[in-house]
């Protein structure tokens, strides 16, 4: 079961978004994620929902599915409402003890609650769509022009999809790591901070050995495969940019063109 | 020429301390000599710890000798120029099925090895298909390597290796850390791989049972070749293999232990369904 | 010492797309002194059932009773039960963390609250009884051969002098000698120490050849519970749910088959060769008598 958890996890479906090239993908996730920081106001906001929802639709990823991934940010969700809520400064709508809310506060949650809803959701399309592979693909196609610099570009490109690949297996393999150890009586929970730093060890030395077998272990397999760098290499799935690809970067520049018309009228 | 000729072949490990000094040296290769066919059945069997793995990584040039000569298809292993030839003609598989799979998708992984070779776009495509179905994981193409059973991740790893096109596949241990399915999967697809393609196999296990269908079968033992023949002649000696650390199939056992009571079973008995024939002859 | 499992359940990921039931309504005691096996296809719950009887892993629902005490009990410490029930992991060697073999072995009876002097006692007689020679305590585990470090892991677990000892695949990977000594240690201190062990394993002719009792798993379910024998007649059963018999029960019935009076539930080499040898001379004597006739 602990096998599911990937970062961010891949849905495969045959959706449009699914079809772009990474790197389009890459782009506009970064106009969108700049864009829930600028936009201003309702009809900012209902810019962003449409543009939002436009791609959870079609992306055909099922909107329950998403909604999951919220779970995770349940508790940073309360604190931000919190802390807008009852510390901004403004004119007071409703106060008890010494707490008081302001509408200013109730603005600034709601919105502050909606930026990180949304931000949440849209950056899972990213990952939802695209497998970890066409991911570090697109990385590396578009950091490429690093290498005049002498960034091994391929190689950091190769690190992190194989790091995506092996966390699954690494949270496994502490789990079993963890289960030996407390057949032993090992204790991960009682004690002070000290006392459970050192209970950590009978955990993360095996964990690390294990680590470097593996990274051994891959490393033969590889160079059994000829695997020599980045060079003269070629691709099972090259990326190329299509007329989709086009008609995705346009729609994006159209949509931040939007939201910065939409944020300068507030 | 043979397909390997290894001759005379010693790998030594040197353990040095801090001061560079020579510690300790450990011989796993010690004067080896292998000559294997091209399209042979080669098993290489041997205790933990016997050197079959250190012979097993020369093969494809992981490791590379301290002495004497290694010839493989054609080309001198000494010769650092021959490295990426001979990777080419003679594929691995490792024993942990985890650790030798790179992507996060079967496809892409079986692609790895024809990407590293630069096989054109169209080419991989194509060889990814047959290589998987050839070990029966073409309905697993999408899937992620994580929820594949240990045998089907193996098979993935054989594939991997056939989408190389190698004449030569040496299989390391395929099997040590497979349940008794996994391991019945990997097998047939071995044997599918010598009949069909004709490619050469070298498996590597300490598992009497699965060299039963080899040409030939080598043993070792402290570094050294000790046994050579069919895997008939080898079955019989069943106390020598005793002494090297092995055991033979149950039935076997059986047919040895049944001879030294008195009872008149032929030599090298290696399936069940010979040790039925021979008791009803009996009887 | 005995530990009932009463109607015990356990599902994972429940109430998600994911859920499973991997142990589906058993029911089962384990009495004092028992060699028990237990085989089962992967999947079908071996694991998560032994990691039930020292309370790693809680029932989802029934009850778990070690010596007639609830371990769902509020007032009962878990702690104290794994340190009564031993449990040996696959691989176990990949839980070896400490800089020397001793230190290792020390950890168990460590965290039992023992003190320092003590412990080492226990690991001192642990260390001797799986056999691991003494230039090798004071080594890192990590310099061992495989075999070594395997056992220096259930010297670890030893140490805690459990009154039961359960051990998942304990010859995985390891080369057939070194498998045979795993086993004959196994059986030694199931013999010596009067401990019942619990074994889970692959190998039919292994389980076979060593265990008392055995219980087969199904899809979460207790399929076969009884000697060996008793279970591997069940042959076709066990062949439909993907195990198999010992490979000279199998021979026994082909010789039947063919008119020979094998055997039919021999599951262990030596029940084989004397069921033939008897066979043979009963045939001999047989011919001997017509022919004086």
Redesign the interface.
């Known amino acids: 079961m602990l096998?599911d958890i990937t970062i961010g996890q891949?849905y495969?479906a045959d959706s449009v978004i699914h079809k772009l090239d990474p790197r389009t993908k890459l782009m506009a996730t970064m106009i969108y994620i700049l864009s829930l920081f600028i936009f201003r106001g309702l009809a900012g906001f209902a810019a962003v929902t449409l543009g939002l929802f436009l791609v959870i639709l079609l992306s055909k990823v099922p909107i329950g599915y998403m909604v999951k991934g919220l779970k995770a940010i349940v508790v940073i969700l309360l604190i931000t409402v919190i802390f807008n809520l009852f510390l901004t400064p403004g004119e007071t709508l409703v106060s008890f003890w010494k707490l008081r809310i302001t509408e200013e506060g109730l603005r600034n949650a709601a919105f502050m609650t909606v930026r990180l809803i949304y931000l949440i959701l849209g950056s899972s399309i990213l990952t939802l769509t695209t497998?970890?592979?066409q991911l570090t693909d697109g990385l590396e196609k578009s950091l490429r022009p690093l290498n005049k610099i002498r960034v091994p570009v391929h190689e950091i490109a190769m690190m992190m999809?194989?790091a995506?690949?092996f966390i699954?297996?690494l949270i496994e393999e502490t789990d079993k790591i963890m289960k030996a150890q407390l057949a032993r009586g090992a204790d991960f929970e009682s004690g002070n901070l000290v006392k459970k730093a050192k209970a950590m060890v009978p955990l993360l030395v095996p964990l690390f050995i294990s680590a470097f077998?593996?990274a051994n272990?891959?490393a033969?397999?590889?160079?059994?495969?000829?695997?020599?760098g980045g060079d003269?290499?070629?691709?099972?799935?090259?990326l190329k940019y299509k007329g989709a690809d086009a008609a995705a970067y346009l729609l994006a520049a159209v949509y931040f063109a939007v939201v910065i018309l939409l944020r300068s009228f507030m | 020429m043979n397909f390997i000729e290894a001759r005379k072949l010693v790998h030594e490990y040197i353990r040095r301390d801090e001061n560079d000094n020579v510690e300790s040296i450990l011989t796993a290769l010690d004067e080896v000599n292998l000559d294997v066919k091209q399209g042979e059945f080669v098993a290489i069997l041997g205790?933990?710890?016997s050197g079959k793995s250190t012979l097993a990584?020369h093969l494809?040039v992981?490791l590379r000798p301290s002495g004497g000569t290694l010839w493989v298809n054609g080309k001198d292993a000494q010769d650092a120029g021959n490295i990426?030839d001979i990777?080419?003609s003679t594929?691995?598989v490792?024993q942990?099925p985890?650790?030798?799979?790179?992507?996060?998708?079967v496809?892409?992984d079986v692609?790895?090895?024809?990407?590293?070779?630069?096989?054109?776009?169209t080419e991989?495509?194509k060889r990814?298909e047959k290589s998987l179905k050839s070990v029966g994981m073409i309905q697993y193409r999408?899937h992620?390597?994580?929820?594949l059973?240990g045998g089907q991740k193996q098979r993935v790893a054989i594939a991997?290796?056939m989408a190389?096109e190698p004449k030569c596949i040496v299989l390391d241990e395929p099997t040590?850390?497979l349940?008794?399915?996994g391991r019945r999967e990997v097998l047939e697809a071995v044997g599918q791989l010598g009949k069909e393609k004709g490619v050469t196999v070298i498996l590597i296990t300490?598992y009497?049972e699965e060299v039963i269908r080899a040409d030939r079968v080598y043993v070792m033992d402290n570094g050294k070749v000790v046994m050579q023949g069919t895997p008939r002649a080898i079955f019989s000696q069943v106390d020598t293999l005793k002494s090297y650390?092995?055991?033979v199939?149950?039935?076997t056992?059986?047919a040895y232990?049944?001879r030294k009571?008195g009872?008149p079973v032929p030599e090298g008995i290696l399936t069940?369904q010979e040790?039925?024939e021979a008791?009803?002859q009996?009887? | 010492m005995s530990i009932i499992l009463d109607k015990v359940n356990y599902v994972y990921s429940e109430k998600t797309a994911y859920e499973i039931q991997a142990l589906k309504d058993i029911n089962l005691k384990i009495n004092d002194g028992e060699f028990i096996g237990i085989i089962g296809?992967?999947g079908s719950g071996k694991s998560t059932l032994i990691q039930h009887l020292n309370g790693l892993v809680k029932a989802s629902s029934g009850g778990i009773y070690y010596n007639g005490q609830d371990i769902y009990d509020a007032d009962y410490k878990l702690k104290d039960l794994r340190g009564k029930v031993g449990l040996v992991f696959q691989y176990p060697e990949h839980q070896l963390f400490e800089t020397t073999v001793f230190a290792d072995v020390c950890f168990g009876p460590r965290n039992r609250g023992l003190s320092r002097k003590d412990s080492e006692l226990k690991a001192f007689t642990a260390l001797r009884s799986v056999g691991l020679s003494e230039d090798y305590w004071y080594r890192s585990p990590f310099e061992l051969?495989?075999?070594q470090k395997r056992r220096t892991a259930i010297a670890g677990v030893l140490a805690m002098e459990p009154e039961v000892l359960v051990l998942d695949e304990p010859t995985?990977?390891?080369?057939?000698?070194?498998r045979?000594e795993i086993l004959d240690l196994v059986a030694k201190l199931h013999r010596e120490r009067q401990m019942t062990v619990i074994l889970v394993s692959?190998s039919m002719?292994d389980v076979a050849k060593y265990v008392q009792r055995l219980i087969v798993m199904n899809h979460g379910s207790v399929l076969y519970d009884g000697t060996p024998a008793e279970v591997f007649a069940h042959y076709r059963e066990l062949e439909e749910v993907?195990l198999?018999a010992?490979?000279?029960t199998?021979?026994m019935h082909?010789?039947r088959k063919?008119?020979?009076p094998a055997n039919g539930v021999a599951t262990t080499?030596e029940e084989?060769?004397q069921s033939?040898?008897q066979?043979?001379s009963e045939?001999y004597s047989e011919q001997k008598a017509t022919h004086w006739q």
Request: net charge positive; hydrophobic share 40%; proline share 8%.
């Open positions: 096998r891949y495969p497998t970890p592979n999809s194989i995506l690949r699954p297996i077998r593996r272990d891959l033969l397999a590889m160079e059994a495969r000829c695997y020599n003269g290499r070629t691709k099972m799935k090259p | 205790h933990n710890g990584k494809n992981l990426w990777r080419q594929g691995m490792f942990n985890d650790n030798q799979i790179i992507a996060s998708v496809e892409e692609a790895f090895g024809p990407e590293n070779i630069g096989v054109p776009t991989i495509w990814v999408e992620s390597p994580n929820r059973s991997g290796v190389m040590a850390m349940d008794p399915n300490h009497m650390r092995l055991d199939p149950q039935i056992l059986l232990e049944l009571a009872v069940r040790l039925v008791l009803c009996l009887y | 296809h992967t051969s495989g075999g995985a990977g390891l080369d057939p000698k070194g045979d692959h002719e993907g198999a010992p490979q000279v199998y021979l082909e010789l063919r008119g020979i080499l084989a060769k033939i040898m066979a043979f045939k």
